[in-house]
Every structure is written in structure tokens, then in C-alpha cells.
């Protein structure tokens, strides 16, 4: 689905295309928006978002770029960053990525690291891996180079703290 994000959607109509209801669609934007990915304008009862990056948010604009450009270019534009975005949402698969910026380490190394069980360090290296953030090797796991947009920016912006 593509949405017309650059001259602005009111909550109702966002809601409508995507198929959920206002109150979630709203939540949804409102979040958006605190991070710094859309700008708000009230016109009486209706809220419009436009896509417009907050440059008081460091990496909003690269983020939204990127978001903009996989819209553009992906066929399942949504899955896409939906897969892509869900690999940093939890802190332990963050620290991860940050752990493997300075190079290859073995399970137990990022274990003993992060302070995981050998189970959370399984469940977060197969989430990374199957994003594909991650891979392992003879060496152990190490991060993979990101060459679409959208995962070269969510990784960056992980190992930005």
C-alpha cells in the first residue's frame, strides 16, 4: 500500500487504507510522530501527518529516507520494514549488535557479555540471523553488512546508543 505521505493524511484516512481502527491508528501516528518521523497539524477536529523528519531527533532523517525509499522500491513495503524494524526491538538483540561492531564473538562470549541464559542468547541470534543482521560462522557470530537502506540505517542507529 502506498500512502501519499508527502502532502499529508488525516488520522480517519490513514485508518481507512490501512484497515484498523482510529484509536490504534492514531496511538500509531502519535508515536510516530514523538520520534521524530511526522509532523502534526490540527485543522478543527482533524489531525494531519505529513512525512517530515524532526531534525532535533538525531537519525530521523536518515531513518525517514530510508522508510520513504523502501516504500518506493519494495513490493511489500510494509512487511519489509515491519520484518527489518522488529529486529531492534528488544534491548538484548541491541546490545548484541553493538557487542559485534568491534568483531566476531562466540555465543558464550555474548552471553557471558550481555548476561543472558544460553535459551535468551538462542532466541535473539535467530531473530537477528533471520533479519539478517547476523550470521555465524566456524569464527562465531558476527554482524552482516547491510546493503538496503532501511537495515544499514536500523543498524547504524543501534550502534549509536
Known amino acids: 500500500m502506498r500512502l ?9 484516512v490513514v485508518a481507512k487504507r490501512m484497515g484498523i481502527p ?18 502534526a497539524s490540527r485543522s478543527g477536529a482533524d489531525v494531519r501527518y505529513r512525512a517530515v ?20 522500491h ?6 519489509t520494514i515491519f520484518r527489518m524494524s522488529t529486529a531492534f526491538t528488544h534491548p538484548r538483540r541491541v546490545a548484541i549488535i553493538e557487542m559485534l561492531e568491534q568483531g566476531s564473538l562466540s555465543k558464550v562470549e ?23 543482521f547476523v550470521t555465524s560462522d566456524s569464527g562465531g557470530w558476527r554482524r552482516v553488512t547491510q546493503k538496503h537502506p532501511l537495515a544499514a540505517v536500523l543498524a547504524r542507529l543501534a550502534c549509536s546508543g
Open 4 to 12: 501519499p505521505w508527502h502532502s499529508g493524511l488525516t488520522v480517519s
Open 22 to 39: 482510529v484509536s490504534v491508528t492514531s496511538k500509531y501516528l502519535r508515536a510516530l510522530n514523538a520520534r521524530g518521523l511526522l509532523c
Open 53 to 72: 523528519a524532526d531534525r532535533t531527533v538525531p537519525g530521523s532523517a536518515q531513518l525517514l529516507e530510508a522508510i520513504l525509499w523502501t516504500f518506493q
Open 74 to 79: 519494495e513490493p511489500q513495503a510494509e512487511e
Open 110 to 132: 555474548l552471553r557471558m557479555r550481555i548476561g543472558m541464559s544460553q535459551a535468551a542468547a538462542g532466541r535473539q541470534l535467530a531473530k537477528l540471523a533471520d533479519r539478517g
